[in-house]
């Protein structure tokens, strides 16, 4: 493997990581920074957000349409490890994903995606720009709703299966060319540049040797 390919690797490892802290840390002098920052950080969210709230009158109706299918689904209790469709943001100290709004399989399968990303980000209980991931809810001590985001691993399995892809379709062609063939009915088996075809069995092995080795490092 490459040195691109392995800090490419590590980069999204410390992305997936960081997607499952759920552990909050008390500590009183980061608490006092955080309070500074934050009504700077609350300002830049807020010009960005109000820039993308501009709907017209056609998209007003649309979400006006989705609430009427949402409105006991959107006030109801949510379920510990369950799954859902919706949007979040990140807390201020950066330990959590928060859940910010959600909505039915049924209600996102019959609407355009912008419709379904606008009513999202009008009827969040925090203020989110629009994104639509898979969550899965983990309800704290204090019923504070966070979640892990499932979204980010089928990127990852899009990304390494588009590779894939493009050595499977070169070792095919190259299994047509008459040598190819030749050599097979010769040996029973099909000449190296070709032999393997990838597959989706160990698209993601690479993740799984970082995770031991971080593992073997851990208990070393």
């Known amino acids: 493997m490459s040195e691109d390919e392995q800090s490419s690797l590590s980069t999204e490892d410390d992305t997936i990581s960081y ?20 009504s700077s950080d609350d300002s830049d969210d807020m010009d960005e957000i109000t820039s993308i709230n501009t709907f017209n009158t056609n998209e007003e109706e649309a979400i006006e349409d989705i609430f009427f299918f949402e409105q006991d689904f959107l006030n109801s209790e949510k379920e510990q490890h369950h799954y859902y469709i919706g949007n979040y943001r990140i807390s201020r100290d950066k330990k959590y994903i928060l859940y910010s709004n959600a909505i039915q399989n049924s209600t996102f399968f019959k609407y355009p ?40 691993w089928l990127r990852l399995i899009q990304r390494h299966w588009k590779k894939a892809f493009l050595r499977r379709k070169t070792a095919i062609q190259k299994r047509c060319n008459p040598f190819s063939i030749r050599y097979f009915e010769t040996h029973g088996k099909y000449p190296d540049n070709s032999y393997n075809i990838p597959t989706l069995h160990g698209l993601l092995s690479d993740y799984n040797s970082i995770y031991l080795s971080k593992v073997i490092r851990y208990k070393n």
């Not at 997607?19 to 934050?38: A, E, F, K």
């Open 19 to 38: 997607l499952y802290v759920t552990t909050p840390i008390s500590d009183s002098s980061s608490d006092n920074n955080q309070s500074t920052s934050s």
């Open 113 to 152: 995606v912008n419709d379904v990303l606008n009513y999202l980000y009008e009827f969040s209980i925090l203020m989110t720009l629009p994104n639509i991931d898979i969550m899965q809810l983990f309800i704290l001590d204090d019923f504070t709703y966070t979640v892990v985001l499932k979204t980010y």
